[in-house]
């Protein structure tokens, strides 16, 4: 490999680490896994991660918290020879298998973890979060800690959500505030993973967030399985089809009309389509600024019974 040659490929790789929003300092290509500090890093953090062949004929970059974890890199085609080329597609099918090696590992890690901290979780009559939202807490327990992912707990009231699979395992938790933003186990599985409000029948509603999980079920007093946000729509339907075959499925779409894409409108007909379900959701027209879902919805109403009515009115010809 000539030096222009080595040097158009350094070059090539900097700039896909800048364009992915990292920038490592000093990278090291001498094929061996190395850590670094990114922007979102606090104190002694490096969730950061890079590999690079000494002639930069191909690396793996990313960071462990984002989705997709890590990121295939090589240079371009023209610059590589066919055993180049043979050698990339090898590693990365490798690359591939330990990462899913490592992923199954942690999520069995994590699934211990949850398993103690549910174990160990205090019933929930009540909570700041379920008074707001005007939904019930049947299932939930409450812990005072969150475990963050170095370890270190954050001291503070949550609303414990257990995250179950098709197995019936309990792979991760949902931990809410009273008031804040949700978390999830660090770890913990999520993909294909539910929260069910009753069990699977000759039909089942699958919505997203708990809230609008628990407003459905009062409303319809169907099953409903709560995927927790637009993303999982699509691996939860497919393991409902794939242990269900028979059962009529309806998407309860969340309407993000505000946010550019309509993520969860979309994703849910991207679901929908790929299972053949049926989809609902709440008109624009419905909403007013700041609501999607039909959590939302129902509490436009200061009537309660009103306002399920009008929920149940949105799948009565589904």
């Not at 890590?70 to 597609?89: G, T, Y």
């Not at 599985?189 to 069990?199: E, I």
């Not at 849910?268 to 989809?279: E, F, P, Q, S, T």
Request: contains cysteine; proline residues 6%; positive net charge.
């Amino acid at each position: 490999m000539s030096s222009d040659t080595s040097t158009s490929r350094v070059e090539q790789f900097l700039s896909a680490l800048h364009a992915s929003g990292y920038a490592p300092v000093d990278v090291q290509a001498d094929g061996r896994w190395h850590r670094f500090k990114t922007n979102d890093d606090k104190h002694k953090q490096t969730t950061g991660f890079y590999k690079v062949e000494p002639d930069y004929s191909w690396a793996i970059y990313g960071d462990w918290r984002r989705d997709p974890a890590h990121i295939s890199w090589k240079p371009d085609a023209d610059e590589l020879s066919p055993e180049e080329a043979r050698r990339n597609r090898e590693e990365i099918r490798r690359h591939r298998r330990e990462q899913l090696r490592l992923e199954q590992f942690r999520q069995s890690e994590a699934a211990s973890v949850a398993s103690t901290i549910w174990s160990a979780a205090q019933p929930l009559s009540a909570f700041p979060y379920a008074q707001r939202k005007r939904i019930p807490v049947h299932g939930l327990r409450l812990t005072q800690s969150y475990p963050k992912r170095d370890g270190s707990p954050t001291r503070r009231a949550y609303m414990l959500i257990p995250i179950f699979g098709f197995d019936g395992k309990i792979w991760s938790l949902q931990f809410i505030p009273a008031f804040g933003n949700k978390l999830f186990l660090p770890d913990g599985k999520k993909k294909g993973c539910y929260f069910p409000f009753g069990p699977i029948g000759q039909t089942v509603i699958v919505a997203e967030g708990y809230a609008t999980g628990a407003t459905i079920r009062a409303a319809t007093k169907l099953p409903v399985l709560a995927a927790f946000d637009a993303g999982n729509l699509l691996p939860v339907c497919r393991n409902i089809r794939k242990h269900y075959r028979s059962t009529k499925i309806i998407i309860a779409a969340d309407n993000d009309w505000e946010t550019k894409g309509n993520p969860g409108l979309n994703k849910a007909r991207n679901a929908a389509m790929d299972v053949g379900a049926k989809i609902v959701y709440p008109t624009q027209s419905a909403l007013r600024p700041g609501e999607s879902d039909f959590n939302d919805l129902y509490l436009q109403y200061d009537n309660q019974r009103q306002g399920l009515a009008e929920i149940k009115k949105c799948f009565k010809e589904i």
